[in-house]
């Protein structure tokens, strides 16, 4: 016997269930939460194999490792409850995931489902200044050029005086092939 639900032919019986469940159940897609898989995977393998076991001290581990990131990691540790500022705190989700062994994108798509902005993190395209024609960029991405090279920009008030101020400093930080 069939029948549908919310769009979807559903075949009643223990196949059925089976099929009306897959569509849950798909892994993630390749690079999706991308800043999480990575962000799991380094901090998983700065723990010990005995930390590894007690959910407390993963997520004691976790709170430390979450004061010396930065950037999207930061972000990443936020959404988790790591860092004392969090709004939720959802790390029973990281250290028990953990102390079962379970990887990295698993851990990840468990993580999606409790809060979906886990997996809209992305980390920050690099810009190839040698390629890329500085007169097309925007001045939001020239500024994040001048700010990966430490450096800034006084004075700045069009986009053609940061285009100016990257071509005074490309010598120092691009390296020219022959």
Same mark, same amino acid.
């Given at each position: 016997?069939?029948?549908? /639900?919310?769009?979807?032919?559903?075949?009643l019986?223990?196949?059925g269930?089976?099929? =009306?469940?897959?569509?849950?159940?798909?892994?993630?897609?390749e690079?999706e939460?991308?800043?999480?898989? &990575?962000?799991v995977?380094?901090?998983?393998?700065?723990? #010990?194999?005995e930390?590894?076991?007690?959910?407390?001290?993963?997520?004691?581990? =976790?709170?430390?490792?979450?004061?010396?990131?930065?950037?999207?990691?930061?972000?990443?540790?936020?959404? /988790?409850?790591?860092? *004392?500022?969090?709004?939720t705190?959802?790390?029973?989700?990281?250290?028990?995931?953990?102390s079962w #062994?379970?990887?990295?994108?698993?851990?990840?798509e468990? /993580?999606?489902?409790?809060?979906?902005?886990?997996?809209?993190?992305?980390?920050d395209?690099?810009?190839?200044?040698?390629?890329?024609?500085?007169? &097309?960029?925007?001045?939001?991405?020239?500024?994040k050029?001048?700010?990966d090279w430490?450096? *800034?920009?006084?004075?700045c008030? %069009? &986009?053609?005086? =940061?285009?100016?101020?990257i %071509?005074?400093?490309?010598h120092?930080?691009?390296?020219? *092939?022959?």
């Open positions: 016997m069939a029948d549908f /639900l919310n769009g979807r032919l559903v075949l019986g223990t196949f269930l089976i099929l =009306f469940l897959l569509p849950h159940t798909i892994a993630l897609r690079g939460c991308e800043v999480c898989v &990575k962000t995977n380094t901090f998983v393998e700065t723990l #010990s194999d930390t590894k076991k007690d959910t407390k001290r993963i997520e004691e581990e =976790f709170r430390g490792f979450c004061k010396k990131s930065k950037n999207k990691e930061q972000r990443f540790c936020y959404y /988790l409850g790591g860092v *004392e500022d969090s709004a705190g959802i790390l029973g989700e990281l250290s028990k995931p953990i #062994s379970m990887p990295a994108e698993k851990i990840c468990k /993580l999606k489902k409790k809060d979906a902005q886990i997996c809209d993190l992305r980390y395209k690099q810009i190839d200044v040698n390629t890329v024609d500085l007169k &097309k960029l925007k001045v939001r991405d020239l500024k050029i001048l700010s430490d450096e *800034e920009c006084d004075g008030l %069009e &986009k053609t005086d =940061f285009i100016k101020r %071509e005074e400093l490309k120092k930080y691009v390296k020219t *092939e022959l």
